[in-house]
């Protein structure tokens, strides 16, 4: 008898096999299969009309084959069929189509999925490439597949992606698959009256007009006719509703607990009496902003409770975060505490020491009479500095200690550390983000982590729902708007002339290239090049047209994807220093230089002894020379635009008028467009948030794992913002004032549940 607990190897059709092949996609049981929800739905009771189809809609429609054909072209064996429905038809083709060839039969009925283009040829006035297609059971079917033609016709029918691997008798798992073995799942559990454990209090579900879960499981499989299509395909039927929620308030109630239990935690009670606010206020060099006097307002008030600090400290490229996090720092070393500054990558950690030294140079501690001490540590360190580096941390030599990851690692351990900055968080998993606050000794430190990333604040509350939140929404005065523009690099020659007269007035230039040499392999910063690619590779391919003309010899067929030549940094600095550069002060900069150069490069640009600076995206995140005002970014076409948004943010950081220039290569997808589009429009990182969020969805936008973003089984963060806020809303009541009209033993099971399950699934457990 099957429950929701059965092993999913036991379910008809499956097996052994199959379920090895389940499993590699987290499907083990029934219960994980049942959430194993249809992408789309088909209307096949109530099939479109061919003749009321639009062009260039995704469309299924449902007709009878009226004829095929394997030609052979140019571009390889091009399968073609025609689909008829009364007078009207359809054409459909298929590439690389041989395997179609003894497919269909004429007059079979079949469904087809795919874009309606308009067509001129006799077929009929549309047609479809590569359309997904189920062939349809004949009226009257017998045998085994029999009891299985009314899951394929006259009804709503779901459709599934692939869980992937394939039945024993190798055949794939299709849809057709998904749906017969979740149908009889369904059968199995009535027929044994298994009801799925009901997971949300009766009374919250009535409140909020939600079904029960394996009702709303099995009104999403197989939905009742006469269930709206719109509301089927946008996931929000009632059925899907419910699941989401259900979803979304374990999530929020884990969060609620985990801040609960901080607030439980022992942590410094910093002062901040008079010497502590002189020292803070000596350091500054300048008038803080309103925002940023805010913003160390909300931080101080943290620091000076027991219990630990856990903030997140919000604001755009340029908004100026590390002197805030300098003073924070400051009011816990005149604590007598140490703080740590942890930075993602060497150059910034070095940049932030240098800086801290010169901040802190001219100055006493107030409270030692003394300098301050000030220690860095990096991975590219000999052995023996480091070593030295790690003493004066560990004998409380050191006041600030400043870092790359190098700093968690197990080797070091600080004498009594008060406070850790993480700087541009996103680049961190969260597992390191937590290893510094967990450095034994009596009390947790306090935490402050930064972030450039404007994340859309509901969503800040669910990806840091752990942390408090304060953002720094105002730059600091005197800066002039960034001029941005795009061009197609056939321009290249105006745009080299337009960096040499900035030069000769005086200022720097960045050109940012996405590519360290012509190869690709191998190259750090390329990651997210690949993650443009896999996104546009997923929007529609237009292919070529293909000859019909019969060749002699049929090549080797494929869908054209021409390799693009990429400019890469190392060739045009040879290009440029030789060209149309000749005579500058160029230098190079990118991931496989060593430290040590990468170190004098960098100071060499700082310093004005460099005036372009031909980089990779290394120079991605916080470096700061104010003269500085070109930005040129080759190849922006193949950026992702938090990435432009941060390499723009470059420039712009002094009183001179700034520019960035987006050069494009040949081919510009529709997204990339978009992606220019907005650069040019608007320098507001929310808004390219919201974009980028869009274009890329929650998972690569956050980098899922790495960033410790929950994996969701049915919610989508940026299509259920709202259900979302009601999940808080909701979590936050139930676990602050109880409803009365829910039992004893109902929350006790919520909170069991949300022990036993989901805390570990969304990485919720206390590491
Ligand atoms: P980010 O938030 O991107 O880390 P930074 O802290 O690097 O920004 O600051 C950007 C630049 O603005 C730096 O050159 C910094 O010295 C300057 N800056 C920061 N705050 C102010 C201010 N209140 N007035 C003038 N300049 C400021
Ligand atoms: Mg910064």
């Known amino acids: 008898m099957l429950e929701l607990s059965t092993s999913i190897k036991f379910v008809k059709r499956v097996g052994e096999r199959v379920a090895e092949g389940l499993a590699r996609r987290g499907v083990e049981t029934v219960e994980d299969l049942l959430y194993h929800l249809p992408f789309r739905y088909e209307d096949r009771l109530n099939p479109v009309l061919m003749s009321e189809l639009v062009a260039g809609t995704m469309s299924s429609v449902i007709g009878e084959v009226r004829g095929s054909v394997l030609l052979t072209t140019r571009g390889g064996p091009l399968f073609e069929m025609t689909v008829g429905q009364g007078l009207t038809s359809l054409k459909c083709m298929w590439f690389n189509g041989t395997y179609l060839k003894d497919k269909f039969k004429l007059g079979q009925m079949v469904a087809l999925y795919g874009k309606l283009e308009a067509s001129r040829s006799s077929a009929g006035r549309f047609k479809m490439i590569q359309p997904q297609f189920e062939i349809l059971p004949a009226p009257g079917t017998?045998?085994?597949?029999?009891?299985?033609?009314?899951?394929?016709?006259?009804?709503?029918?779901?459709?599934?992606?692939?869980?992937?691997?394939?039945?024993?008798?190798?055949?794939?798992?299709?849809?057709?698959?998904?749906?017969?073995?979740?149908?009889?799942?369904?059968?199995?559990?009535?027929?044994?009256n298994i009801e799925a454990q009901e997971t949300l209090p009766s009374a919250l579900r009535q409140r909020l007009a939600m079904p029960g879960r394996m009702q709303a499981l099995r009104s999403i499989h197989f939905p009742e006719a006469g269930t709206p299509m719109v509301e089927l395909m946008s996931a929000a039927t009632s059925g899907h509703r419910r699941l989401i929620f259900e979803e979304l308030f374990y999530l929020e109630l884990g969060l609620e607990l985990k801040r609960r239990r901080m607030r439980e935690r022992e942590g410094t009670a910093f002062v901040t009496d008079a010497t502590v606010r002189q020292a803070i206020k000596q350091v500054l060099p300048f008038h803080p902003t309103t925002a940023q006097k805010r913003v160390l307002g909300e931080i101080v008030s943290d620091m000076r409770q027991p219990q630990p600090m856990r903030r997140l400290l919000q604001g755009d490229v340029g908004s100026g975060k590390t002197i805030v996090a300098m003073q924070a720092a400051l009011v816990a070393i005149e604590n007598g505490y140490q703080a740590a500054l942890m930075a993602p990558t060497e150059i910034l950690a070095t940049q932030h020491y240098l800086s801290a030294?010169?901040?802190?140079?001219?100055?006493?501690?107030?409270?030692?009479?003394?300098?301050?001490?000030?220690?860095?540590?990096?991975?590219?360190?000999?052995?023996?500095?480091?070593?030295?580096?790690?003493?004066?941390?560990?004998?409380g030599e050191?006041?600030?200690?400043?870092?790359?990851?190098?700093?968690?690692?197990?080797?070091?351990?600080?004498?009594?550390?008060?406070?850790?900055?993480?700087?541009?968080?996103?680049?961190?998993?969260?597992?390191?983000?937590?290893?510094?606050?967990?450095?034994?000794?009596?009390?947790?430190?306090?935490?402050?982590?930064?972030?450039?990333?404007?994340?859309?604040r509901t969503l800040a509350l669910t990806l840091y729902g752990d942390l408090d939140v304060s953002v720094i929404d105002e730059l600091p005065p005197g800066r002039t708007p960034i001029v941005t523009r795009q061009t197609s690099d056939q321009r290249a020659e105006e745009v080299w002339a337009f960096v040499r007269?900035?030069?000769?007035?005086?200022?720097?230039?960045?050109?940012?290239?996405?590519?360290?040499?012509?190869?690709?392999?191998?190259?750090?910063?390329?990651?997210?090049?690949?993650?443009?690619?896999?996104?546009?590779?997923?929007?529609?391919?237009?292919?070529?047209?293909?000859?019909?003309?019969?060749?002699?010899?049929?090549?080797?067929?494929?869908?054209?994807?021409?390799?693009?030549?990429?400019?890469?940094?190392?060739?045009?600095?040879?290009?440029?220093?030789?060209?149309?550069?000749?005579?500058?002060?160029?230098?190079?900069?990118?991931?496989?230089?060593?430290?040590?150069?990468?170190?004098?490069?960098?100071?060499?640009?700082?310093r004005g002894?460099?005036?372009?600076?031909?980089?990779?995206?290394?120079?991605?995140?916080?470096?700061?020379?104010?003269?500085?005002?070109?930005?040129?970014?080759?190849?922006?076409?193949?950026?992702?635009?938090?990435?432009?948004?941060?390499?723009?943010?470059?420039?712009?950081?002094?009183?001179?008028?700034?520019?960035?220039?987006?050069?494009?290569?040949?081919?510009?997808?529709?997204?990339?467009?978009?992606?220019?589009?907005?650069?040019?429009?608007?320098q507001n990182g929310f808004e390219l948030a919201e974009l980028d969020l869009q274009q890329r969805g929650p998972g690569e936008f956050f980098g899922t794992r790495q960033a410790g973003m929950p994996e969701f089984r049915v919610a989508n963060l940026l299509r259920d913002r709202a259900l979302l806020e009601l999940a808080k809303l909701e979590a936050a009541r139930f676990a602050l004032e109880p409803d009365p009209a829910i039992s004893k033993v109902e929350s006790d099971a919520v909170w069991s549940r949300l022990r036993h399950q989901w805390q570990r699934r969304y990485g919720l457990v206390e590491a």
Request: a positive charge.
């Open 142 to 192: 017998t045998g085994p597949d029999a009891e299985f033609a009314m899951l394929e016709m006259g009804r709503i029918v779901p459709i599934y992606e692939s869980l992937g691997g394939t039945t024993p008798w190798g055949a794939k798992l299709t849809s057709k698959w998904t749906r017969r073995v979740m149908w009889s799942v369904f059968e199995e559990l009535t027929e044994g």
């Open 357 to 395: 030294r010169k901040l802190l140079a001219e100055v006493l501690s107030p409270r030692t009479g003394k300098p301050y001490r000030v220690t860095l540590l990096t991975g590219s360190l000999d052995e023996a500095m480091k070593r030295e580096a790690r003493g004066r941390i560990y004998r």
């Open 398 to 456: 050191t006041d600030l200690a400043i870092g790359t990851h190098a700093l968690i690692e197990d080797k070091v351990d600080f004498d009594n550390l008060g406070l850790v900055i993480v700087d541009e968080q996103h680049r961190f998993g969260v597992q390191q983000r937590f290893k510094l606050m967990k450095k034994p000794g009596a009390l947790d430190p306090d935490v402050l982590v930064m972030t450039a990333t404007p994340i859309p």
């Open 501 to 606: 007269k900035q030069v000769g007035l005086g200022r720097q230039a960045y050109l940012v290239y996405p590519v360290i040499e012509g190869a690709k392999d191998d190259q750090p910063e390329l990651d997210f090049a690949h993650d443009v690619e896999r996104i546009e590779a997923s929007a529609t391919v237009k292919p070529k047209r293909v000859s019909k003309k019969v060749a002699a010899k049929p090549k080797q067929a494929k869908l054209p994807t021409p390799k693009q030549e990429l400019r890469s940094a190392t060739a045009m600095f040879d290009e440029l220093r030789n060209g149309a550069l000749a005579g500058l002060r160029l230098g190079l900069l990118h991931g496989r230089l060593s430290s040590d150069d990468k170190e004098v490069t960098m100071n060499r640009f700082k």
């Open 609 to 682: 002894e460099i005036d372009v600076l031909i980089a990779t995206t290394v120079i991605e995140v916080g470096v700061d020379v104010p003269n500085a005002s070109v930005m040129v970014i080759e190849h922006a076409e193949r950026f992702g635009l938090a990435q432009m948004h941060q390499l723009r943010g470059r420039v712009g950081r002094g009183a001179a008028k700034s520019f960035c220039i987006l050069m494009t290569g040949p081919r510009v997808s529709e997204q990339a467009e978009a992606r220019l589009e907005a650069m040019v429009r608007t």
